[in-house]
């Protein structure tokens, strides 16, 4: 059943990634065009962070509850197919991103939380970094034509478009959810029996890779596509760059989820974490040769990077989730970068009132160095032998 329910998540995935790979590029800069403030941006994501650590555990309780967790995954994607429709109405009625913000969060609350869950419940020990290798690798397969339909459709015709053809695409990834064969969790979670469950020694070991990696995700992501988009150049040259540069990464990420079960983990970890830093701070110099041709070799390093990274870690975290308690791990997951994002948006939106643009770039260096709190997973590798 295992295997059958794997199979089911990886064509979930195809679906699913085709559309996220496409509103990662357009979003950021949609709400920045339509706004014309970077702070617009960052308030679009502390604002949905805030719903999301509010519902994330009610949430959660309601879908074990009742006895069908799928149905809530499912539900999840329909407020996603929701905010698309709205985001893309939102060109010409710019209120409708208030509604759009709100359903966005819904889609984060309902979705995520049991996503993590579904895969690490059905997903082999063993075989972990194989396992998510093979994800991330489906991934980055569609990843390499979804932001370039994305930068073209956005460039030629209209954001519109690009968010229509998300919506009818991920309409697509709800029907192999309602396949899974995913029981419930007898357990329910009040917030004081979480925040007992936070303080486990082995979850909170963890706490500041977490914490860090929210801030990373705010720092490091949508700062650079604006910076790109404000500095360098077109959405179309955006799309083509990420899909491109994703489409190499590829091989190295089957290579470190083969290593991974190898168990030369701490070493990769320590390797492929300091050469993520050193990447993404390499950034910083495109504001001193904002050059297209320059902007494609560090991409190219940052898909490569970022690729190697994300499949040791994710193949950790579904590691340490199967051996520790699925369903501990992901709520101590969800609650710190729920936490940590909604702070460091935030800030951000709050900052973006008075800075101007060129201060992306010093968000960008700092963000670089949050990527160093993914080596606290060396506290838990031994629960892994």
């Known amino acids: ?48 962070n805030v719903i999301h650590t509010i519902l994330v555990i009610p949430v959660f309780n309601l879908a074990m509850k009742l006895k069908n967790p799928k149905y809530f995954m499912a539900l999840g994607m329909g407020f996603y197919v929701t905010s698309l429709y709205l985001f893309g109405q939102a060109a010409e009625s710019p209120q409708l991103i208030y509604p759009a913000t709100i359903t966005f969060a ?6 995520w939380m049991i996503r993590h869950w579904f895969f690490s419940v059905n997903s082999s020990y063993e075989r972990m970094g194989k396992q998510v290798s093979s994800l991330a690798i489906m991934s980055m397969a569609v990843g390499f034509f979804a932001p370039i339909v994305a930068g073209g459709l956005s460039f030629f015709f209209s954001f519109n478009l690009t968010f229509i053809l998300g919506a009818f695409t991920a309409l697509f990834g709800i029907i192999p959810i309602l396949m899974f064969n995913a ?26 890779a977490y914490l860090l990696e929210g801030v990373n995700f705010n ?30 990464a590829a091989f190295l990420t089957w290579l470190m989820g083969h290593w991974f079960d190898q168990r030369k983990r701490k070493n990769i970890l320590t390797k492929v974490t300091t050469l993520r830093t050193v990447t993404i701070f390499l950034y910083t110099s ?43 791990f992901n709520l101590n997951r969800e609650i710190l ?22 201060a992306l770039w010093v968000f960008l260096g700092i963000g670089a160095f949050t990527n160093l709190g993914w080596l606290t997973l060396k506290k838990v590798d031994h629960l892994l032998h």
């Open 106 to 111: 819904l889609y984060i609350s309902f979705y």
């Open 286 to 328: 495109v504001f001193f040769f904002p050059n297209l041709a320059y902007v494609w070799v560090i991409e190219s390093l940052n898909r490569l990077t970022l690729s190697m990274r994300m499949t040791v870690t994710d193949s950790y975290l579904y590691a340490l989730s199967n051996k520790i308690h699925p369903i501990h």
């Open 337 to 358: 970068l729920s936490i940590s994002r909604f702070l460091s948006t935030g800030c951000m939106a709050i900052a973006f009132l008075f800075l101007p643009a060129e």
């Open 1 to 48: 059943m295992k295997t059958r329910n794997l199979k089911l998540f990886f064509t979930h995935q195809l679906f699913f990634q085709f559309s996220d790979s496409m509103l990662a590029i357009a979003l950021p800069i949609f709400i920045y065009q339509l706004f014309n403030s970077i702070s617009a941006v960052f308030m679009f994501h502390f604002s949905w």
């Open 219 to 248: 720092f490091g992501k949508d700062t650079w596509l604006l910076a790109f988009a404000i500095f360098v150049g077109t959405i179309l040259d955006l799309g083509i760059l990420v899909g491109a540069t994703t489409l190499i």
């Open 183 to 208: 029981p419930h969790h007898k357990d329910t979670f009040t917030w004081k029996k979480v925040s007992k469950i936070m303080k486990q020694p082995e979850l909170k070991a963890l706490r500041p």
